[in-house]
């Protein structure tokens, strides 16, 4: 299965892909996990990105794209399916990723929306500082990220929405919570990634089922 997740910082997307790419023994491709790696082995790229990481800023597409290649072709030669996390983050990466995927035979069956409040992330990430000492868990940092992920990254749901490849969950709960939810909507869905053709499918939003009914 190849999988694209999209999630403000701090809704979980690192532990969730984690948990998936074990779950469906599939490489797991984090972008902020590979720029972290070059800043602390201090490549050229890694000297490039750390400011951009620090201030919380989104790394350039022309530094990115040899690892996005990169990623891909790992995935490829792990048999073709992924989870991608932390890409996309703009339109224009989404429709990059959309159409080097697509010529290679790989697009996206599947995009996971992890939904979550800016109030709980933030709470998340300030918690998270204390024990990972990540050098963009600062306070301006955090805003930083969250006003980018509204800015540029929260539109492309709606393209992923309108081709029915979007499932939404509700990830304030418990990573545990969530995780159950995410394995168990996957399997559902696989028989209809398989059978069903992408434009004949709708967006589903599990965020409904967690929602108290009004009194
Ligand atoms: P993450 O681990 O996903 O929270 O990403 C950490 C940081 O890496 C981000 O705040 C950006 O500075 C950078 N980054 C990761 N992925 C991307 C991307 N797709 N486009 C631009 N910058 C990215």
């Not at 797991?28 to 050229?44: A, K, M, P």
């Not at 800023?57 to 530094?63: K, N, R, T």
């Not at 963009?136 to 930083?144: K, N, Y």
Request: charged share 25%; aromatic share 2%; net charge negative.
């Amino acid at each position: 299965m190849r999988i694209g997740l999209v999630a403000p910082p701090g809704a979980g997307k690192g532990t969730q892909s984690a948990r998936i790419a074990a779950h469906l023994g599939i490489p797991h491709i984090c972008t902020g996990d590979i720029l972290r790696d070059h800043v602390s082995r201090g490549t050229d790229t890694g000297r490039k990105v750390s400011h951009y990481l620090d201030r919380g800023d989104l790394v350039p597409d022309e530094i990115l794209c040899d690892t996005i290649h990169q990623a891909l072709s790992d995935a490829i030669a792990a048999g073709g399916d992924y989870i991608l996390d932390g890409m996309p983050r703009t339109m224009e990466q989404a429709r990059t990723i959309h159409r080097v995927s697509s010529e290679l035979g790989m697009a996206a069956d599947v995009v996971l929306h992890l939904r979550a409040d800016d109030e709980t992330v933030t709470r998340r990430m300030l918690a998270r500082a204390a024990i990972e000492h990540r050098s963009d868990d600062t306070e301006p940092a955090i805003q930083r990220r969250l006003a980018l992920y509204h800015e540029m990254t929260e539109p492309i749901l709606a393209w992923y929405a309108f081709r029915g490849i979007l499932v939404t969950v509700d990830a304030t709960r418990t990573a545990a919570e969530v995780g159950r939810e995410i394995l168990t909507v996957l399997e559902v869905l696989r028989p209809v990634i398989r059978n069903v053709p992408e434009k004949m499918r709708r967006p589903v939003d599990l965020t409904m089922l967690h929602q108290t009914a009004p009194v």
